[in-house]
Nanobody, 125 residues
């Protein structure tokens, strides 16, 4: 069973940076998996932000391309989301998620079956 714990959220001013971490505990049984970052603002649907697969391939939402970078450290079982040039519209609860299988839609929330508890990111103007 894989458990995910996010950290690194906080409050920053527009233009600032934050790095989120997601540590996975438990054994990833599948050789093929995706891990993703999602966010949800009050009153809005959860949206995919970035994802990375077991081979290191990444995909990003258009709204964060060029500003956010996801990466993973397999030795530490940790997923990262580096967020630069933050905007007030990036304010949301950020979640990491995992699916131990291939998926053709890595930014769709319902593709994932393991979720962290979330970490809040607040960007002020």
């Amino acid at each position: 069973q894989v458990q995910l714990v996010e950290s690194g959220g906080g409050s920053v001013q527009a233009g600032g940076s934050l790095r989120l971490s997601c540590t996975a505990s438990g054994y990833i049984y599948s050789s093929s998996y995706w891990m993703g970052w999602f966010r949800q603002a009050p009153g809005k649907e959860r949206e995919g932000v970035a994802a990375i697969d077991s081979d290191g391939s990444t995909t990003y939402a258009d709204s964060v391309k060029g500003r956010f970078t996801t990466s993973k450290d397999n030795a530490k079982n940790t997923l990262y989301l580096q967020m630069n040039s933050l905007k007030p519209e990036d304010t949301a609860m950020y979640y990491c998620a995992a699916v131990l299988a291939r998926t053709a839609a890595p930014l769709r929330a319902h593709e994932y079956n393991r979720w962290g508890q979330g970490t809040q990111v607040t960007v002020s103007s």
